[in-house]
């Protein structure tokens, strides 16, 4: 299956060059493997098409075709030099996506690009720096991904940025109250950490409330909450019990006290938070239309026409396609110089003006506040706020 985008500008690079390039859509293969070195560079693309996090791996990759088909206007070449690109399933095992990492390697695979599952991509962060060769996290949120190694670089954002959107929805944090409400786990401890460490840098004076994980009657903590008089909430929640949570919150009062933070996630997930759903403070990576922009509408156009439908992570993927072609057209086949070519790179992402930090590859986009509304049975997201990447750029990693 080739797509066939509507898109007739090129991305254009600093060098002039005019990229035509694409990605074939098949599962696996095995491409061009042979041939003049200088010619062919082997990409893989290891994922999730299967196992927990596929619906991620299935949005990234739908969005990776569009972007490869927008940056390079549907060839198979970046100049003369011809992309083998093939995808390999992780099943989100790190040990299996090391293995298929190891054998493309062997097999002179110059960039390695994907994964939602943090724990695969540091992983392969430790593949890239050993075998020197590009690689480029997907979904993945991990903080630690970032200033890892010269060779890792991310197509999508990172949970400080996350946290940082969630402080945006109080003008002034100094000497404000924010209590992060979350299980008492490694994540609902991951993202108190998160939060003292970004709002409480702002001067925020950083709270929590977490809740056991074996508690099904959310009521004394919802009343905690509300008799805690916070200025700000940053809900973290995950799991079965994510509605019983919120129902709680709600019939105690808690949204009038403080707006409630917390991310949108993807399109399944939006029914998850009941009636709460209209009072929450959205924080969101992305949701389809957020942009407007049209890097977004041919990312849209793309996805829709292969009979797929645009999602949160499908962002991540369009702008690896952006990236891998940005590598290729300016770095060949040589690893060090694609390194090169991506530090301090800016372009037109689908989500608007996008920047890779020279310093430590962080990946600076906009990110927006949401609001959930209901139309009948379907829960629509409604752009609240466009949060410019600057202002909830996360710190800058120092190695």
């Not at 075998?131 to 903080?143: Q, R, T």
């Not at 139309?375 to 706020?385: R, S």
């Amino acid at each position: 299956m080739k797509r066939s985008s509507k898109v007739v500008t090129a991305l254009t690079l600093s060098a002039g060059l005019a990229l035509t390039a694409c990605a074939p859509t098949a599962e696996t293969g095995t491409g061009a493997e042979g041939g003049d070195a200088a010619k062919t560079v082997n990409v893989g693309i290891v994922y999730s098409k299967t196992g927990p996090l596929a619906a991620y791996g299935d949005a990234y990759y739908e969005g990776l075709q569009a972007g490869l088909d927008y940056a390079t206007e549907g060839t198979n070449k970046v100049g003369d030099t011809e992309l083998n690109i093939t995808y390999h399933d992780d099943g989100g095992d790190p040990d299996k996506a090391v293995t298929v990492a190891k054998e493309l390697i062997g097999k002179d695979y110059k960039i390695l690009a994907g994964t939602a599952s943090s724990g695969i991509a540091l992983k392969l962060v430790e593949q890239a720096a050993q075998n020197k060769v590009l690689y480029i996290s997907g979904p993945a949120a991990s903080d630690a991904i970032t200033g890892a190694n010269k060779y890792t670089f991310r197509s999508g954002r990172q949970s400080m940025q996350d946290v940082a959107t969630a402080g945006t929805f109080v003008d002034d944090l100094k000497d404000k109250k924010v209590t992060v409400f979350a299980q008492d786990n490694a994540f609902g401890q991951g993202n108190l950490a998160a939060v003292d460490a970004i709002l409480g840098m702002e001067g925020a004076k950083v709270s929590s409330i977490l809740v056991p994980e074996d508690v099904t009657e959310f009521t004394p903590f919802a009343r905690q909450l509300v008799d805690a008089k916070p200025d700000l909430v940053f809900a973290a929640w995950a799991g079965a019990t994510s509605g019983s949570m919120w129902q709680a919150l709600d019939q105690q009062g808690a949204f009038d006290v403080a707006p409630i933070v917390t991310g949108l996630g993807d399109v399944a997930t939006y029914g998850a938070f009941g009636d709460a759903g209209e009072k929450i403070s959205f924080l969101n990576h992305y949701f389809p239309g957020a942009a407007g922009t049209e890097v977004e509408k041919a990312m849209i156009s793309s996805i829709e026409e292969a009979g797929k439908e645009v999602d949160l992570f499908s962002p991540d993927g369009f702008v690896a396609g952006q990236m891998i072609a940005q590598a290729v057209a300016e770095g060949g086949d040589d690893v060090e110089k694609m390194v090169t070519s991506l530090e301090g790179w800016s372009f037109e992402g689908p989500k608007g003006e996008t920047t890779v930090r020279a310093s430590d590859h962080a990946l600076i986009q906009n990110m927006y506040q949401v609001s959930l509304s209901k139309d009948g049975e379907k829960w629509i997201p409604e752009l609240v706020e466009t949060v410019p990447g600057e202002e909830v750029a996360p710190p800058e990693v120092v190695n």
